[in-house]
């Protein structure tokens, strides 16, 4: 069965400064997707970056990266110069193959940014 | 594109109430899903449809139900609501039902229902 953990109930980071999530899953699937999620205090679902297994290199979009280490599995999301916006929820998410490509979440991780 | 929609927002029902939520994309997506959000467990999936007229389980389906008549709208049914079911329930879609762990779920805005 797939398994995603969040171990990082809160976090807080000083504006400006980067910060980690961590994510790890667990999986016998060798084909899987990863994917962040950011949840705003007004409840949407943003969907923020992907890194597929087969993946070479890790994935970017903006001030959002992602540290795959497959080996490790681990896919924990960077987030650089950390803005006001960037308090949320934050949910790290798995699809596999096996499994039908269903989404399997983490239980999330709140993130505050302090002024 | 207005991408995944539901509808309504908010909903307060009284226990053994039934209702239907409603939920429809425009992005001629083959695979569609609902997930309900309670604090401090993510989301979890319910029903999920890979194209019209095909539906199936997810990991917490007793006491909804499920259909896809077209490839743009998936409503959920409760049948008998119970307080249990208070929680926020999103509606997702992705492009592709095909097998690929790749391709992105686009989720709409939400429903918080609450059963008394």
């Known amino acids: 069965a797939q398994k995603i953990t969040q171990t990082q109930p809160g976090m807080f980071v000083q504006e400006k400064e980067a910060v980690t999530l961590d994510c790890t899953y667990d999986t016998s699937d060798p084909s899987y997707g990863l994917f962040w999620y950011k949840q705003p205090s007004s409840g949407e679902m943003i969907f923020l970056i992907y890194q597929g297994s087969y993946d070479q290199q890790n994935a970017t979009e903006g001030r959002y990266s992602l540290n795959f280490q497959k080996a490790r599995k681990s896919a924990n999301l960077v987030i650089s110069a950390s803005q006001l916006g960037d308090s949320a929820m934050y949910f790290c998410a798995m699809s596999a193959v096996n499994t039908g490509n269903q989404f399997y979440f983490g239980t999330g991780t709140s993130l505050t940014v302090i002024p | 594109n207005a991408g995944v929609t539901q509808t309504p927002k908010f909903q307060v029902l009284k226990t053994g109430q039934s209702m239907t939520l409603q939920c429809a994309q425009d992005m001629n997506h083959e695979y569609m899903s609902w997930y309900r959000q309670d604090p401090g467990m993510g989301l979890r999936l319910i029903h999920y449809?890979?194209?019209?007229?095909?539906?199936d389980q997810g990991e917490v389906p007793n006491g909804y139900n499920v259909s896809r008549s077209t490839t743009e709208d998936f409503p959920l049914r409760l049948l008998s609501a119970a307080p249990s079911q208070t929680s926020v329930y999103f509606c997702a879609s992705s492009y592709s039902a095909s097998g690929s762990p790749t391709d992105t779920q686009y989720f709409g805005p939400g429903t918080r229902l609450t059963v008394l």
């Open positions: 449809s890979v194209g019209a007229g095909i539906t």
